[in-house]
């Protein structure tokens, strides 16, 4: 099955060699994109369930396949040698979890700095159960004003995919309800079901 392209607008790596032996990899594991990405010059990306640190693992080779220039959050404390020179070639960014507050403005900001910029982060902030998701990925799409584009695991059919892009209206918790039932058919397909 063809890879879905990016359309002209959409941050780009330019690295081919990285995007043919990503699309090697993913084919050869038995993985897939259904969907495709905006063709907008700038987004919010959500992928969930996050219950599985496999799911960083194919999230990337996804990055790579579609030649996708995405970047990324996590604790700043997996940002070590000898790892955290190659998490940051991936777009990785380190935070300390504490600042929450901090990291929605620096995500706004950094939108505001570049001419294309497409940030990913999971809605849970953890691999764990939770109650709720956190909102900061909402008010970051609402301050740099643009769309969040819903992104899912399907580990029984060794799928990721992609939603159409979800413009945030300002009431939270209804948006929030319309995203959850977006994700609904996926609860049963993340890698540890158990864990949604």
């Keep these: 099955m063809p890879f879905p392209e ?6 780009r790596k330019n690295n081919p060699r990285m995007m043919h032996c990503a699309r090697w990899i993913l084919q050869r594991l038995g993985w897939r994109i259904e969907g495709a990405l905006p063709n907008h010059k700038k ?18 080779g996804v990055m790579f396949a579609l030649d996708l220039q995405g970047s990324w959050i996590a604790k700043h404390t997996i940002f070590r040698w ?13 935070v300390k979890r504490s600042e929450h ?17 497409v940030f990913a982060i999971t809605p849970e902030g953890t691999r764990s159960k939770v109650d709720r998701w956190k909102t900061g990925f909402y008010h970051i799409a609402m301050g740099a004003r643009v769309v969040i584009v819903p992104a899912y695991f399907d580990y029984p059919g060794r799928i990721v995919g992609f939603g159409e892009p979800f413009q945030p209206t300002g009431d939270v918790e209804r948006d929030m309800a319309t995203l959850h039932q977006f994700y609904k058919p996926y609860i049963k397909t993340a890698a540890r079901p158990d864990r949604v």
């Design 6 to 11: 990016l359309g002209p607008n959409v941050a």
């Design 43 to 60: 987004f919010v990306v959500i992928g969930a369930y996050h219950t599985s640190n496999w799911d960083f693992f194919v999230a990337m």
């Design 82 to 94: 000898p790892l955290s020179p190659l998490l940051q070639a991936c777009g990785g960014e380190p």
């Design 101 to 117: 507050q901090g990291l929605v403005q620096r995500a706004i900001e950094l939108f505001e700095e570049h001419d294309k910029f």
